[in-house]
């Protein structure tokens, strides 16, 4: 056992702090693990997981430590309402990663286990472990039970776009109020392969949950057992000194990135794990990685990229099963919080649904399934292809159609303003303009569909989308960002743009001259309190849009 600190940092005052909370002297010897619990009784993505964490303490105790329950901020997309001016979801990512500083730095404890769950709580989780460098790993929180309509399953994606799509005039298949009553029956994150269910099989491929832990059905018995064997390994890993910066490789980050693209995950993904790079000052380039991983092909295809449903994934193998697949072309020699190499985490597996997780000889579709452009319009800007199969446009020629907002851009669609052909543009949505990437570019998407013309326009944002939209050719995350000056924030109605994937391109059809004569930075989404200062110490997309300050 290596010296802990929590020892280390010994003093009668401390010991007098831990004594009036009931340790004995023999605990004051043992390992003090944080259990970081991300709950909240706003949204149904947290609703389990007090239970989960009493689950873990005891567990704890058991193998020999001493658990602490820490809260942090939990942001959900159920509590922030869908025309909020600003994004506290994103925003909410780096108070997580604060909150465990400010808590778990601060007592000097020997160790964490995070319990994951809704879209920014892993990607915050990480970021802490990244920063702290103390042994941590996560528990996965696991995904809401889809209700069933005339026996037809529903989830809350159903919910989301048949709200959109009934603004537009498309009926949606049963009625929104039944979808509604149906959608949710049991705690965890969105179903489908959005935010939440990419970035937990994120965690498990960078080796920071244990194998087989995603994605897991919310507060399942087998979820219970995953959350007590991870509790008996922090206990151990601290005992073994195995820190984040151990796991968190160029090769771990590359078996993420590669697990993204193998389920054609959310594109939310690039930059947490970029934060996360930061976090771990390993000086890597995400967004650079992502094209050398480009001959990644999807292998399965969950909703909303296909018809296969999370709970399938799930059976079939789920993250363990898409790494297995994958391990001739990543980093088997990464090291885990197993202490043992993924490929030896994986030795004896056999995937349980080839059908749904296909061999690499035989994958859903090729490669990319999102793909980073760039040009004289954007330095980094994010598309996501999904299946390429031919049904939706990879190179677009047309003029921009431009509205200030995402609210504008949806009046403009449902004004009949937006025509086939028209590159719309929606911008100020950006880390600083949104503020946190605010304004809801998801739901143009889901306009778009809904008014037929989907296959027929491209749409580009500096705004963010969510993982559960992929309608049509869309660019997102264009940077630098509008209100900055980017040429997002500079282009006017009637310019020509053109998407090339195969280039990985997005150009304007304008000079450098000419767009020096254009003004910018344009409009800025009002904004006070903590998304005001977001806005003042938001790094650019680049970094992953972390808060950190400069170096002192
Ligand atoms: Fe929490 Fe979807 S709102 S995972």
Avoid at 488 to 505: A, F, K, P, T
Wanted: with cysteine; hydrophobic share 45%; net charge negative.
């Amino acid at each position: 056992m290596p010296e802990l600190r929590s020892l280390a940092a010994n003093s009668p005052s401390r010991r007098a702090n831990w004594k009036a909370l009931g340790l004995s002297q023999e605990d004051m010897l043992k390992p003090k693990i944080a259990v970081v619990n991300s709950s909240s009784e706003l949204a149904i993505c947290y609703a389990h997981l007090d239970g989960i964490a009493r689950i873990v303490k005891e567990e704890i105790r058991k193998a020999g430590g001493i658990p602490f329950e820490v809260r942090t901020a939990a942001p959900s997309d159920f509590i922030t309402g869908a025309n909020k001016a600003g994004s506290y979801i994103l925003a909410g990512r780096d108070i997580i990663a604060n909150d465990i500083e400010v808590q778990v730095e601060a007592a000097l404890l020997d160790g964490m286990i995070c319990l994951t769950s809704c879209d920014k709580t892993p990607p915050g989780h990480l970021m802490a472990a990244a920063r702290l460098n103390i042994p941590t790993i996560l528990v996965i929180g696991g995904y809401q039970q889809a209700g069933q309509i005339d026996g037809e399953p529903v989830d809350v994606e159903d919910v989301w776009s048949g709200q959109i799509g009934e603004r537009f005039g498309k009926k949606p298949k049963f009625p929104i109020a039944d979808l509604a009553e149906n959608a949710i029956m049991g705690p965890g994150v969105c179903a489908g392969m959005a935010t939440a269910n990419t970035m937990h099989s994120v965690v498990e491929a960078l080796g920071m949950a244990l194998p087989g832990h995603a994605p897991v059905r919310g507060n399942s018995p087998k979820m219970q057992e995953n959350a007590r064997a991870a509790a008996r390994r922090i206990v151990e890993m601290v005992g073994e000194d195995l820190k984040p910066r151990s796991i968190l490789t160029e090769g771990a980050f590359r078996n993420a990135i590669a697990t993204v693209l193998a389920v054609s995950g959310s594109i939310n993904a690039i930059k947490h794990l970029q934060a996360t790079a930061i976090e771990a000052e390993n000086g890597l380039d995400i967004f650079a990685m992502w094209e050398e991983m480009a001959d990644v092909p999807v292998l399965s295809a969950v909703r909303p990229t296909g018809e296969v449903r999370i709970e399938q994934f799930e059976d079939a193998g789920g993250a363990r099963a898409i790494l297995k697949r994958l391990l001739p072309m990543i980093e088997g020699s990464a090291l885990t919080c197993t202490g043992k190499t993924l490929a030896e985490n994986l030795e004896g597996y056999e995937v349980e649904g080839p059908d749904v997780i296909r061999p690499l000889d035989n994958p859903i579709g090729p490669g990319p399934a999102i793909a980073i452009l760039g040009g004289n319009f954007a330095d980094t800007a994010v598309v996501r292809l999904g299946i390429r199969d031919g049904s939706r446009p990879e190179e677009f020629e047309g003029p921009a159609r431009v509205f200030e907002s995402s609210m504008e851009c949806l009046q403009g669609i449902e004004d009949g303003v937006v025509k086939p052909g028209d590159v719309v543009i929606a911008r100020n949505q950006g880390l600083k303009g949104g503020p946190a990437m605010g304004g809801s570019a998801s739901l143009v998407l889901f306009a778009l569909d809904a008014a037929g013309l989907a296959k027929t326009t491209a749409f580009v944002t500096d705004g963010q989308l969510s993982g559960l939209c992929l309608k049509g050719l869309t660019v997102a995350e264009v940077a630098p960002e509008a209100a900055i000056g980017g040429p997002i924030g500079l282009v006017q109605d009637g310019d020509i743009i053109r998407i090339s994937v195969q280039n990985r391109s997005i150009d304007i059809d304008l000079t450098a001259e000419e767009m020096a004569t254009r003004t910018g930075p344009g409009f800025r989404i009002p904004a006070t309190g903590y998304l005001s200062t977001f806005r003042q110490d938001v790094q650019p997309m680049r970094t992953g849009g972390v808060l950190l300050p400069a170096k002192e």
